[in-house]
């Protein structure tokens, strides 16, 4: 069986990998001329396993209120006269229900343990090398008010195996001394020693290379124009590149789009609940080791994640509801180079700052659309948000075992069509 993935970012990559693994024939199409090239180019690079909550909490609509008029605020989200904004918004309001967002968080957190196993397993079979560290993340907490919150928190990862523990001020010292300087600071942090991070560009780049290795056809600078259809049944991808306009003949099609697929998959009917959340990040090279964290962090009253990459460290986050526009604007970066400069002096030349700009394809329940189309041989592995390198070798073993018409191996994990 011929199968065809629209998107080679982390999870059109991962999804092609997974399909190869059950033998199936697989071709890979993007519109940039290699892997990895949109939102999976510079994210935080953390394997969070231990933040399976989603955005649309009980929290969120307050967050919100407090960052209008604020500039600095992580929170922004632009009044525009998008219809598919605004739909999208009242469908985030929805899950931000307690009940709602407590089945979404263990939905995640399902799907996240499997994924966390199956990278370490894709690891240790292929030697893949990504700026991967293996020494967990602290997400650090100000207040007492915010320890209390984390606290709140172990039963929902205690409850998925999730091993995680809340620490003093000086045992977030003791997890990373780069924090000496900021103990006085800080409350206390929770320490999730299994979680990882990596540069998802490299993982996605190195594994397309593998996979390419293995049989996989890739098509960069190839622009998918429509899905093709004959009836009930998928017949392949209507594509466009520099030769001209042509048919990839398929089995079947996974769409892996990023906020890019619901566009794409409408005249089929198929309304995905997709909306582009932009963010931010900033990779500074490290001057002073020694004072550079070794540990990625989590500032939870801040909404930053810091990991470092090589020779670098990276900071990500903010969130802007304000369309389609994936350019960097530096009044968002700073806050994120003056938080560097602010916990870690001297640590990084934040003057050499790399600055990025991606677009978070994000669903309200910031749960993942995986599952089957309406007609038949169309699939859907698409709508990871801000945890699409977490939750992307999971997913992919999901939607192969699917397509291969086995039963999903978390099955726990809502697949399209089963979410009330
Ligand atoms: C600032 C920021 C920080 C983040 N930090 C983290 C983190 O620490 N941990 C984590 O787990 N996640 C994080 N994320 C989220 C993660 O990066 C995304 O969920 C993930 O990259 C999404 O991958 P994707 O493959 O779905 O989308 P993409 O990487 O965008 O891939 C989609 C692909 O589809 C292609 N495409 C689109 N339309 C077409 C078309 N018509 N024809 C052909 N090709 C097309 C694009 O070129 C692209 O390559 C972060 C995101 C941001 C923005």
Redesign the pocket.
Known sequence: MHVLV???????VTTAWSLLQAGFEVDV????PA???????A??????ISHPEPWSSPAAPLIALRSIGRAEAPLRLRIGLDPARWRWLAAFLRECLPARHRRNAHAIAALAVHSGERLRALREATGIEYEARTRGILHLQYTAREVTEARARLGLLAAHGIRAEVVSPQQCVDIDPALATVMPRLAGGLHAPDDESGN?RLFTSALAELAAARGARFHYE????AIDTAGERVLGAR?RDAAGKRVLAADAVVV?????GPA?VAPLGERLPIYPV????VTAPVIDAARAPIVSLTDESRRL?A?RLGETLRV???AEICGFDASPDASRTAPLLAWIDDLFPGACDTTQAEPW?????CTPSYVPVIGRGRVDGLWFN?G?????????CGSADIIAALIAGRPSPVPAFPLRGDTP
Do not use: M
Not at 35 to 41: H, K, M, R, Y
Not at 43 to 48: E, H, T
Not at 278 to 281: D, F, Q
């Open positions: 629209l998107g080679a970012g982390v999870t059109g199409v993007d519109r940039q892997a990895a090239l949109e939102t999976s180019f994210n935080g690079g953390q394997i969070s998802a190839t622009t998918v124009e594509v892996c789009l990023g906020s890019f794409l932009k963010g931010y990040s994640v990991s990500a986050g903010t700009a991606g677009l978070r394809p698409t990871h948000g801000s945890l699409g390198w977490t939750l992307s």
